[in-house]
């Protein structure tokens, strides 16, 4: 298990831009796969993008592909999310997730069941 805490929410107008961060603790970070996934009220959650341990594999929802960027800093706990030309479809609570995941398929990736560890979650609001 890893503890997670998130920040980088925010109101912003359509178009605008956030980085959301994700700081964890422990000491075998690097051993996890990360992801984002995120909720509207009324709505299930849904996976948003996702990052391998090292970081040579990143994975989108065909949504914000082109628009959110995965990263991920193994020397210094932290994975984040760049969440560019935002949309007023892209209103959330953003979470990040830590989890254990041998394989390369994006499916695999895609699942909440897939994640040990959530953070408490960061709103993103985008106004029109």
């Known amino acids: 298990q890893v503890q997670l805490v998130e920040s980088g929410g925010g109101l912003v107008q359509a178009g605008g831009s956030l980085r959301l961060s994700c700081a964890a603790s422990?000491?075998?970070?690097?051993?996890?796969?990360m992801g984002w996934f995120r909720q509207a009220p009324g709505k299930e959650r849904e996976f948003v993008a996702a990052?391998?341990?090292?970081?040579?594999?990143?994975y989108y929802q065909d949504s914000v592909k082109g628009r959110f960027t995965i990263s991920r800093d193994n020397a210094k706990n932290t994975v984040a999310l760049q969440v560019n030309s935002l949309k007023p479809e892209d209103t959330a609570v953003y979470y990040c997730?830590?989890?254990?995941?041998?394989?390369?398929?994006?499916?695999?990736?895609?699942?909440?069941?897939?994640?040990?560890?959530w953070g408490q979650g960061t709103q993103v609001t985008v106004s029109s």
């Open positions: 990052i391998s341990r090292i970081g040579g594999s990143t």
């Open positions: 422990g000491r075998t970070f690097s051993s996890y796969a």
């Open positions: 997730a830590a989890g254990v995941i041998n394989y390369s398929a994006k499916y695999y990736y895609t699942q909440t069941e897939r994640y040990n560890s």
